[in-house]
C-alpha cells in the first residue's frame, strides 16, 4: 500500500480550499491509501498523471474533481511513499508542477524545493547587474563556506549576483527552503560558524549517512518541520479533519534539540520572538519530563488564566494519555500560590484586582496627607518593596530603586514606609490581600515545607516575561535546586504588564542553557515586518533583567498578504467594516473559530459582537474560555490574546486615545523612566495583538491613529 505525506505547501493551499473542494481531497486520499501500487498506477478514477517537461521527473497529478488537481511527488526508488505537494486548479497544476524541482540538502539532509525554472531565468540577468554593483552580501564568504553550509551550485552562482537583503528577500520565494534561511542568517551577520552550529546542526540528523540519500522515504523522514508523514491506516482522515488549533502541538527539529534534551543541569530558558514555538517547546518539554520518570510531577504554569487553559488544552491533545496528565498540574502562579497558602496557613485572604487596590492607596494619600499620587505607591510598592521582599523600615532605607525615575531620601522613605503599613493594615482588617501579597506568603511558607506533598518535581514556566519577582519566588520555592529544576519560556517584547525581574538575584541561574529561537513558524513575512514596525526605536529588557534584547534574526518562512491599517470616519462605520471582513474571510473558508477580532476595551467588542450577531455570525469571548469544538469568531481585548493564534486577527479601535491609553502611562513629571517603560508596554500590548495573526492582519480606527501605527490620518 503506498504511504502518504503531506509537505507544509500543501497544507497552505488546503487551507483556503472551500468545503466540497476539501470533500473530494479527502476522499481522493482516502481512495489513494487503499489502492496498491499496481492499481494506483492503473486507476482511471484518480488520473495519476506525469507531468510533461517537468524539473522533477517524479512529478505527478491526480484527479480532486473536474477543476482541482492535487500535485504529489512520486518514489522512484522502489519505495512506497508519495508526497502530497498542492491543490490547486487543473490549468494551473501542471504549470505549478513543472517548475518546480525537489532535491535533498547536502548539509540538513532534508528535502527542499526550488523553483528551478525562475532561478535559471533570472541569474544571467543579476550576474550583469551584480558584476557593476560596488559590494555584493556574500562576498565575504567562499565558496567552500557556502557549500559546508548546503548550498548547492545552482543556488550558489544565484547567491554571487545578490546585491542586498532586499534583492535576497525578493529571491526567498524561489530558493530552498534550507538554503534560504541559511542566507538570511549569514545576511543578518551570523557567522558560518554559528550558522551551521544554530542551523544545520540542529536539523541535521544525527545518524546522518556520510552522503545525502536518495531514497525519497528517507530525504522525508528527515524533514519532520516541513512533512507530515501518516504512519497508520486511520491517521489520514483524523488529520485532514482536525481544527487549525490543532497544529500548535507542531515541533520543528531545532526545537525538538531543546525540548527533549536528556537533561539540564540546572535552570534553562528558551527566549524568541511570538510564533518562534516556545510554547510547544514548553509543552513537549513536560511530555519528556513525564517519560523520563513514571513518578515526576510537574506543574506548568503561566501569568492569566486564558493561556493556562490552553496550555491544559494543547497539552491534553499532545499527550493523549491521562496517566501522565493527572501527574501534571496546569495552573497560573497566582492559582498555585493561594492553594499554598490555604493549604499551609488554613485560610486565604480574598485576592484584590489592580483597580482595587488603587482606591486603596488613594485613601492612605487622603489619610496620611501624603505628596505622592496613589500610582507612585503602588508601583513603589510592587517594584521594589514587594520586588525585594524588603521586610522592614530599615531595610527599606537601604535598598535598591533601580528602574525609579524619582529619588527618595531617608525621611522620604520613612514616609513610604509608613503608607505601607498603612496600607496592609486597611487590607488585613478587610480579610483582602492583593495577588502578589499572596505570592510573597505563599513563598514564605513554601520555604518550610514539605515539598514531597506541595512541590514538584520540575516547573515549567511559559510566558515568563510577566512574572513578578514575588511570583518567581514561588517558583523557586516549588521545585528543589538541581538538574532540570525550572524550564523557562518567553519574550520581552511580549511584556504587557508591568514587571521587572533579575532571574539571577533570584536564585535562578541559566547561564549556559539558554537557547534563542529566531524563525517564525506562524505568522508571515508581511504581518511580521508590519507588527516588528511597531516596535522600531524601542529598547527592551532581556528575560533576565540584566541586559537588552532583541529580534536581530527574527524572521517567517512564510509569505502571503500584505497587513491593511484603515481609518474610518465613524466607530459605527469601522464596526461595520470589520464586519464585511470577517464575512470576506469566512467566504474564503475560514471557520469562524480561526478568526479573531481583538480591541484595547471590552465595550468596543461588546459593539463587535452585537454587529456580529445581527450579521448571522457566531461570535464568542475569549474570556468564556470556549472551548475548540465551539464554534464562532472569538472576541478578546488586546491583553486576553496573549498565547493565543488565529489565521486572521482584525485589530479593532487603534486610536490615539486607546494604545497608548493614558490612563495606564504614568506622566513623565512623576516619574520620567516609569513613563518610559509604560509606553513600552503599550507598543507591545500592540504588537502581541498584531503577531496572533497567521495569514491575514486587519488593523482599523475611526479618529486618531495611534502614534505606534505611523500612518495618515483617517478616511473620510
Known amino acids: 500500500m503506498p504511504q502518504l505525506a503531506?509537505?507544509?505547501?500543501?497544507?497552505?493551499?488546503?487551507?483556503?480550499?472551500?468545503?466540497?473542494?476539501?470533500?473530494?481531497?479527502?476522499?481522493?486520499?482516502?481512495?489513494?491509501?487503499?489502492?496498491?501500487?499496481?492499481?494506483?498506477?492503473?486507476?482511471?478514477?484518480?488520473?495519476?498523471?506525469?507531468?510533461?517537461?517537468a524539473r522533477d521527473p517524479r512529478m505527478r497529478t491526480i484527479r480532486v474533481n473536474d477543476f482541482w488537481r492535487g500535485v504529489v511527488l512520486a518514489p522512484d526508488d522502489g519505495s512506497d511513499t508519495f508526497l502530497l505537494l498542492s491543490v490547486v486548479p487543473h490549468d494551473d497544476a501542471y504549470t505549478w508542477a513543472a517548475k518546480r524541482l525537489y532535491t535533498v540538502n547536502t548539509a540538513t539532509r532534508a528535502l527542499e524545493v526550488r523553483n528551478a525554472v525562475a532561478i535559471e531565468q533570472l541569474t544571467p540577468a543579476l550576474e550583469k547587474a551584480a558584476a557593476q554593483a560596488p559590494t555584493l552580501l556574500f562576498a565575504r564568504h567562499s565558496d567552500t563556506a557556502l557549500r559546508d553550509l548546503g548550498i548547492d551550485d545552482q543556488v550558489l552562482r544565484a547567491v554571487r549576483t545578490i546585491i542586498d537583503k532586499p534583492q535576497l528577500e525578493a529571491f526567498g520565494t524561489l530558493l530552498p527552503e534550507d538554503q534560504f534561511e541559511v542566507l538570511q542568517y549569514l545576511a543578518?551577520?551570523?557567522?558560518?560558524?554559528?550558522?551551521?552550529?544554530?542551523l544545520v546542526a540542529q536539523r541535521r540528523p544525527v545518524d546522518a549517512t556520510p552522503e545525502?540519500?536518495?531514497?525519497?522515504?528517507i530525504a522525508i523522514a528527515n524533514t519532520a518541520s516541513r512533512i507530515t508523514l501518516v504512519t497508520r491506516p486511520d491517521e489520514l482522515a483524523e488529520i485532514l479533519d482536525k481544527p487549525f488549533a490543532a497544529w500548535r502541538v507542531f515541533l520543528h527539529p531545532s526545537q525538538r534539540r531543546v525540548a527533549y534534551r536528556v537533561s539540564y543541569n540546572g535552570s534553562a530558558q528558551v527566549t524568541g520572538g511570538p510564533g518562534?514555538?516556545?510554547?510547544?517547546?514548553a509543552l513537549h518539554r513536560v511530555k519528556h519530563l513525564l517519560a523520563r520518570s513514571p513518578e515526576a510531577r510537574v506543574l506548568l504554569t503561566t501569568y492569566t488564566n486564558a493561556l493556562a487553559a490552553t496550555l491544559r488544552e494543547n497539552l491534553a491533545l499532545l499527550l493523549g494519555d491521562d496517566e501522565q496528565l493527572a501527574r501534571v498540574d496546569v495552573t497560573t502562579v497566582n492559582a498555585y500560590a493561594n492553594r499554598i497558602v490555604r493549604g499551609l496557613a488554613g485560610r486565604v485572604p480574598t485576592p484584590i484586582g489592580d483597580a482595587d487596590e488603587r482606591q486603596v492607596w488613594r485613601r492612605v494619600c487622603r489619610r496620611l496627607d501624603l505628596p505622592w499620587g496613589e500610582q507612585f505607591l503602588a508601583q513603589e510598592y510592587r517594584h521594589v518593596i514587594l520586588a525585594q521582599d524588603v521586610p522592614s523600615a530599615e531595610a527599606y532605607r537601604q535598598a535598591s530603586r533601580r528602574g525609579r525615575g524619582s529619588a527618595l531620601g531617608p525621611r522620604q522613605r520613612d514616609r513610604v514606609w509608613a503608607a505601607v503599613e498603612s496600607f496592609r493594615a486597611e487590607l488585613t482588617a478587610a480579610g483582602t490581600a492583593t495577588h502578589l501579597q499572596v505570592c510573597a506568603q505563599a513563598a514564605r511558607l513554601l520555604a518550610g515545607a514539605d515539598l514531597a506533598v506541595h512541590g514538584?518535581?520540575?516547573?515549567?514556566?511559559?510566558?515568563?516575561?510577566d512574572l513578578h519577582p514575588a511570583q518567581w519566588r514561588v517558583l523557586r520555592a516549588a521545585v528543589p535546586p538541581g538538574p532540570d529544576d525550572l524550564f523557562v519560556t518567553g519574550d520581552p517584547h511580549q511584556r504587557i504588564y508591568d514587571s521587572r525581574v533579575s532571574l539571577q538575584a533570584l536564585g535562578i541561574s541559566v547561564a549556559g542553557r539558554s537557547s534563542r529561537l529566531r524563525v517564525n513558524y506562524r505568522s508571515t513575512e508581511e504581518i511580521l515586518t508590519w507588527a516588528t514596525g511597531v516596535l522600531v526605536g524601542a529598547r527592551v529588557a532581556d528575560l533576565g533583567g540584566d541586559g537588552d534584547d532583541s529580534l536581530a534574526g527574527y524572521r517567517s518562512l512564510l509569505h502571503g498578504r500584505r497587513p491593511q491599517a484603515v481609518g474610518h470616519p465613524t466607530g459605527q462605520a469601522e464596526v461595520a467594516a470589520v464586519v464585511d471582513r470577517v464575512r470576506e474571510w469566512l467566504g474564503q473558508g475560514v471557520r469562524p473559530a480561526e478568526i479573531a477580532v481583538c480591541a484595547r476595551f471590552n465595550t468596543s467588542l461588546s459593539s463587535m459582537q452585537d454587529a456580529l450577531v445581527a450579521a448571522d455570525v457566531p461570535a464568542v469571548r475569549v474570556r468564556d474560555q470556549p472551548g475548540a469544538d465551539v464554534d464562532g469568531v472569538r472576541l478578546a481585548t488586546m491583553h486576553a490574546m496573549k498565547g493565543l493564534e488565529f489565521r486572521c486577527v482584525a485589530v479593532l479601535g487603534a486610536t490615539a486615545k486607546a494604545v497608548p491609553f493614558a490612563k495606564e502611562v504614568t506622566p513623565a513629571e512623576v516619574d520620567p523612566v516609569q513613563h518610559d517603560n509604560d509606553l513600552l508596554r503599550e507598543r507591545c500590548l500592540l504588537f502581541v495583538a498584531a503577531t496572533r495573526a497567521r495569514e491575514a492582519l486587519h488593523v482599523t480606527w475611526s479618529g486618531t491613529p495611534s502614534p505606534f501605527l505611523h500612518v495618515g490620518p483617517a478616511a473620510g
Open 6 to 53: 503531506f509537505a507544509n505547501s500543501f497544507w497552505q493551499s488546503y487551507d483556503v480550499l472551500e468545503k466540497p473542494i476539501k470533500a473530494g481531497v479527502r476522499k481522493a486520499m482516502a481512495k489513494f491509501q487503499q489502492l496498491t501500487i499496481a492499481e494506483l498506477h492503473a486507476d482511471k478514477g484518480l488520473h495519476l498523471e506525469s507531468v510533461n517537461n
Open 188 to 198: 543578518e551577520g551570523f557567522t558560518p560558524e554559528e550558522v551551521y552550529r544554530d
Open 212 to 217: 545525502p540519500s536518495e531514497s525519497l522515504a
Open 276 to 281: 518562534t514555538g516556545k510554547t510547544v517547546v
Open 456 to 465: 514538584f518535581d520540575h516547573v515549567v514556566v511559559d510566558e515568563a516575561q
